[in-house]
């Protein structure tokens, strides 16, 4: 299995930008999908999830209201959608995808940089 995610770039406050994590080696209708972060200094943390199927969605409260996510099953390809950006969204959005007796699999980073 292998997740790529793409899109990132520089973004000035209250800005936009679409993620993309492209799968591979797994169909993105049947796992969960999920975009996480990681900023300088800070833990990894969730940003947003989208389950299996029926696609329910969940979002951190930081970013609830302002990022979107969303799968095309035909591409194989789950997206994130983020707007109104913030100085605080900066970091490296990574995605992710369950693996075997509770591994999982990650893909590599894009960065995100919202600076005026």
């Known amino acids: 299995v292998q997740l790529q995610a793409s899109g990132g770039g520089l973004a000035q406050p209250g800005g936009s930008l679409r993620l993309s994590c492209v799968v591979s080696?797994?169909?993105?209708?049947?796992?969960?999908i999920g975009w996480f972060r990681e900023a300088p200094g800070k833990d990894r943390e969730a940003v947003a999830c989208?389950?299996?199927?029926?696609?329910?969605?969940k979002y951190a409260d930081s970013v609830q209201g302002r990022f979107t996510i969303s799968r095309d099953n035909a591409k194989n390809t789950v997206y994130l959608q983020m707007t109104s950006l913030k100085f605080e969204d900066t970091a490296v959005y990574y995605c992710?995808?369950?693996?075997?007796?509770?591994?999982?699999?990650w893909g590599r980073g894009t960065q995100v940089t919202v600076s005026s």
């Open positions: 989208i389950s299996p199927r029926y696609g329910s969605l």
């Open positions: 992710n995808a369950p693996g075997p007796r509770g591994s999982v699999y």
């Open positions: 080696g797994t169909t993105v209708n049947y796992n969960g």
